[in-house]
């Protein structure tokens, strides 16, 4: 996954540049994600990361690009739910923009996780059982806990466990 986002980047890079006019209104309309295919959303969806990649220091959903990309990337996965590729790629994305109870959600879909993908799913887990604790529901932290160190256990985890006990 992450070569795929690295080659995605070098050639998107060479296309936006050499794209010298905005799209009209009509174009925008017409290409909204409803209107295209899943493989013309995943396609879109990874050009617009790229760009906020390069735009923005801190990647959040709330950002013109990232939200193009996460929801292109929803149309996608949502298109073609059995396509591993499109569902795994917007967890990523999730995970990215910080947009954790989504991102939990769509680890926890995939099912069976690859090694980076398992780190990024315990990640999402960690950020929602901190929060959980923050607001003092000690249950609901600690099942983020436990799933997130089905997935890869982390130092995070592991002091949040210790503040549950």
């Not at 990309?69 to 999730?94: I, T």
């Not at 069976?112 to 887990?125: F, G, R």
């Not at 959980?132 to 600690?142: E, I, S």
């Amino acid at each position: 996954m992450k070569k795929i986002l690295m080659l995605t980047a070098f050639a998107l890079t060479g296309l936006a540049a050499a794209q010298d006019t905005a799209p009209t209104t009509t174009d925008m309309e017409m290409t909204g994600p409803a209107a295209m295919s899943a493989s013309e959303n995943f396609a879109k969806a990874q050009e617009y990361a790229v760009q906020a990649d390069v735009a923005y220091p801190v990647p959040f959903y709330d950002r013109t690009l990232w939200k193009a990309a996460v929801d292109h990337s929803y149309y996608a996965a949502s298109m073609e739910a059995g396509n591993r590729d499109y569902g795994a790629y917007l967890a990523q994305l999730y995970t990215k923009t910080q947009w954790w109870i989504n991102a939990y959600n769509a680890w926890n879909r995939l099912g069976e996780l690859n090694d980076q993908e398992k780190q990024w799913a315990s990640l999402s887990a960690a950020k929602l059982a901190f929060l959980a604790l923050q607001r003092g529901d000690n249950a609901t932290a600690r099942m983020y806990v436990e799933k997130g160190m089905s997935w890869a256990n982390s130092a995070s985890l592991q002091a949040i466990m210790k503040r549950l006990q």
